[in-house]
């Protein structure tokens, strides 16, 4: 149960609050949606009952889209916080459904043309969202400095799972691309054990340089994966290019690689302010 608004530091206020909540649910709500969407393609005719469900899940976040349209960061804060909750409930909802699908996939139960990976990984955003709008409603607006580390495996690790999935749905006469999400699919990767190793080192100070060149490297490789996807996502759209990726999924993973950039920045900025 979320809990009620308490603000931990002063320097946090009500409409920083607002404003937070209201960009959250306005990113990942779409995203939700769009996850329903895909994951409703890939099942096969005989999944009624699941393709149904995924598409109440289409429609019930398209409600939530409809009522975040309403609300502006002059909102009450108390009814941003109830709006929150609903939201954390239809986003537990669809993460609990995600995690259905991916145990029918990998007991045989259904044969179905949604990778398990890429289930998994939709759940895995679900459960990051729902986290996302428990932290607000506990007062926690600001990125802490303390969560780097644990923030960019995270998003390394969408990176990661991204490349594979273009790589793996292009047509496999796009050798030059395929190559291209490949070297990207090893190169997050690589970047994900590395974030692990510096977990496990877990700098004591916020304020080490190594985290500054921790994200200053995240960085350069999420705009060259950035800039690939916009790449491919116009080249889908224009049909210049051969692939079973839906136009709006090849923009789906350009706004998340966006994101990170966005969450990078929230970050570099939270250790200027600490020093």
Not at 86 to 103: C, D, F, P, S
Not at 116 to 122: R, S
Not at 190 to 219: G, K, Y
């Amino acid at each position: 149960m979320l809990v009620r608004i308490e603000f931990k530091k002063g320097v946090i206020t009500v409409s920083l609050f607002v404003t937070r909540s209201l960009d959250e649910v306005r990113f990942w709500s779409r995203i939700m949606k769009e996850h329903a969407l895909f994951l409703s393609l890939g099942f096969s005719f005989d999944d009624k009952k699941l393709i149904q469900e995924a598409q109440d899940f289409v429609s019930l976040f398209e409600r939530i889209e409809e009522k975040l349209n309403t609300y502006s960061p002059q909102s009450d804060p108390e009814e941003i916080r109830r709006f929150n909750i609903q939201v954390y409930q239809a986003a537990t909802a669809i993460w609990a459904y995600k995690r259905k699908v991916l145990g029918l996939i990998l007991r045989c139960e259904i044969t179905s043309n949604n990778y398990a990976l890429l289930v998994d990984h939709t759940s895995r955003e679900a459960a990051y969202f729902v986290n996302r709008l428990k932290e607000l409603n506990a007062g926690i607006v600001e990125p802490q400095a303390t969560d780097i580390i644990r923030e960019n495996v995270f998003f390394l690790k969408i990176m990661a799972d991204h490349s594979k999935f273009i790589g793996h749905l292009l047509d496999p006469s796009e050798r030059k691309l395929v190559d291209q999400a490949r070297d990207f699919s090893h190169d997050f990767d690589q970047l994900v054990f590395q974030a692990i190793d510096l977990d496990s080192m877990r700098p004591q100070s916020e304020t080490v340089p190594i985290l500054d060149q921790f994200l200053d490297q995240n960085r350069v490789s999420v705009v060259s994966l950035r800039d690939f996807k916009k790449a491919a996502r116009d080249l889908i759209e224009a049909c210049r290019i051969k692939s079973n990726i839906h136009p709006l999924l090849a923009d789906h993973v350009f706004r998340e690689a966006e994101r990170f950039l966005h969450i990078i920045d929230m970050y570099e900025n939270t250790l200027l302010s600490n020093n």
